[in-house]
Every structure is written in structure tokens, then in C-alpha cells.
């Protein structure tokens, strides 16, 4: 049973805002998430959901305002949208691509490549592998992916194919 002071805490007023996190699978089926009165907090159910999404229908995710008492389309606002696409590295369908085209994030666990805009130099993004301890700036992020994808290609090439034991007779 939820008690009255416990209510009285997240109690919202006119024109405060709640956030909303809502899911949109292959066919169009949108599922909320959860819906919260911070952008934060919605935040965070976002990552834990984006880890696990894998083996879920939902290939987009996307986080909405709503402004409490505002009547009409107006009350609704769309802040950002994240997709879901294969890992340039770990091919993966683990990686979400966040509204246009800003940043994106591996989430597998044995992973996490990313590309996000540079905080220094405006004009330049930067894309990495934490695995490979590999980091490059690039002029777009179509550029990204593709450093991302030679990353993990240069990663395979230096995989031996065949065992390194010369002599089989040593075991």
C-alpha cells in the first residue's frame, strides 16, 4: 500500500513536465517503457532496456514530453529517438543510433564501440573500440562507421586462423 506522504513527494503541478520512454518494434507496435518525471530518470530506463533489446522486437525507442494539463497536440513533445542498427564492430544488432545521427552506442557487454561529436572541435566526431584501446576522429559519422567496421577488420586480420603450435608432438 502506497502512503499518502510517499504520494505527496512525486506529485506534479500544472505545466510541469513528464517523460516518457516508448518502445516501437518492426511492425510499429509502440510498448511504454516507463514514464517519468525526469528526463534522467527516463534516461536511465533507456540504457537498461537498450542492453538487453536484443532479443526484443522493439528496433526504435523513443522519448517524449508531455506537459501535465496542456491540452492538445502542443502537450506532447518528441525529444529525441534512438534506432537500433548492427554494430559496425561486433555486428551485433546492439547498437543504437541516437536521433540524427549525433552519436551511437554498442551495448553488448563485450563491446561498447561508440561514435559521438567531439567536445572540443565541433566539426569532428570520434569514434572508438574500448577492446582494441583504438580511438579516431572523423569528419561525419558515416566516416565513423566505416572506421569502426576497418577497426574491427584490422582486428581479424591479426587473429591467427591456424594454431601457432609448430610441433603437435610436444603435447
Known amino acids: 500500500m502506497i502512503q499518502y506522504e510517499y504520494l505527496t513527494g512525486i506529485m506534479a503541478d500544472i505545466g510541469d513536465l513528464v517523460f516518457t520512454a516508448i518502445g516501437i518494434s518492426r511492425d510499429q507496435e509502440e510498448d511504454t517503457l516507463g514514464i517519468m518525471p525526469s528526463r534522467d530518470s527516463v534516461d536511465e530506463i533507456v540504457r537498461g532496456f537498450m542492453t ?12 517524449e514530453s508531455w506537459t501535465i494539463g496542456q491540452i492538445g497536440s502542443e502537450a506532447k513533445n518528441v525529444v529525441i529517438t534512438h534506432f537500433r542498427d548492427a554494430c559496425p564492430i561486433c555486428t551485433r544488432t546492439t547498437f543504437w543510433v541516437e536521433g540524427n545521427e549525433i552519436r551511437a552506442s554498442c551495448h553488448d557487454r563485450l563491446c561498447r564501440a561508440w561514435i ?8 569532428r566526431i570520434d569514434c572508438g573500440w574500448p577492446a582494441s584501446q583504438r580511438t579516431e576522429a572523423c569528419e561525419d559519422f558515416d566516416e565513423a562507421k566505416i572506421v569502426l567496421t576497418r577497426m574491427r577488420a584490422e582486428a581479424e586480420a591479426e587473429i591467427p586462423s591456424e594454431s601457432s603450435v609448430t610441433d603437435g608432438s610436444e603435447f
Do not use: L, M, Q, Y
Not at 116 to 123: A, L
Open 116 to 123: 559521438e561529436p567531439n567536445s572540443i572541435d565541433k566539426n
Open 52 to 63: 538487453n533489446a536484443e532479443d526484443t522486437e522493439i528496433v526504435e525507442i523513443r522519448i
